[in-house]
């Protein structure tokens, strides 16, 4: 058997007690946007994944605090989640059905892109393709009409087909599929659990010494 990496991915839901010390010992770690996750969910933080368009991404760039945290700084790279030229593509639909959402479909991939660059980090774009991909997996579990998966799920179908190698070992935490009302959160539970019914990635578990035992 293959050993390879264990790849953490942490959202910005609630994180396991006693996770932290699992969290930091893993190869890689992802997190997401203001990486709210550090604290209880540890403290290494080696890809800062965004969401790039809307008013997430304007919060993120427009002050300091977000470039100035510490995860950030700790990173080495940073994910631009959103393909430019897909949400490019939802903006006239989006602008009948959702009005509301007029800036969501904003693109600030450059800003992130210059902030990487300044920095002397990877920037990196998650590919049109790995949403194409994953929405069509998401219709098997009939999601009822959404704007956009979440940006969590986008990353971890990313990782899944795109990313990881052979013998890795994808292990989520912080995900409890809840949240804005547009993200098929129902859907995206399931698609997870498909995933790790098929052994491809798993679940934290809540205590870490069980945990690290099923990870030997």
């Known amino acids: 058997m293959l050993l390879g990496r264990r790849v953490m991915i942490v959202g910005n839901g609630e994180v396991p007690e006693g996770a932290a010390a699992t969290i930091d010992a893993a190869d890689l770690v992802v997190r997401f946007n203001d990486c709210r996750s550090v604290g209880r969910g540890g403290a290494r933080t080696d890809i800062v994944a965004v969401c790039n368009t809307g008013r997430p991404a304007l919060a993120m760039l427009g002050g300091g605090r977000w470039k100035t945290s510490e995860p950030v700084r700790q990173a080495r790279e940073i994910w631009s989640v959103r393909s430019a030229a897909k949400f490019a593509a939802m903006r006239a639909a989006l602008a009948k059905t959702h009005p509301d959402l007029d800036d969501f479909c904003d693109d600030y991939t450059a800003g992130f892109e210059a902030f990487a660059r ?20 998401l219709a098997r579990f009939a999601p009822p009409p959404y704007v956009a998966p979440s940006s969590g799920l986008v990353v971890i179908a990313d990782i899944l087909s795109d990313v990881a190698s052979a013998g890795d070992e994808i292990v ?45």
């Open 118 to 137: 300044a920095t002397g980090r990877r920037h990196r774009v998650v590919p049109i393709e790995a949403h194409e991909r994953l929405e069509q997996d």
């Open 172 to 216: 989520l935490a912080g995900f409890g599929h809840s949240g804005w009302e547009w993200h098929p959160f129902a859907a995206e539970r399931r698609y997870v659990d498909a995933h790790a019914a098929a052994c491809r990635l798993r679940r934290l578990n809540p205590l870490p010494s069980s945990d690290l035992s099923q990870g030997a």
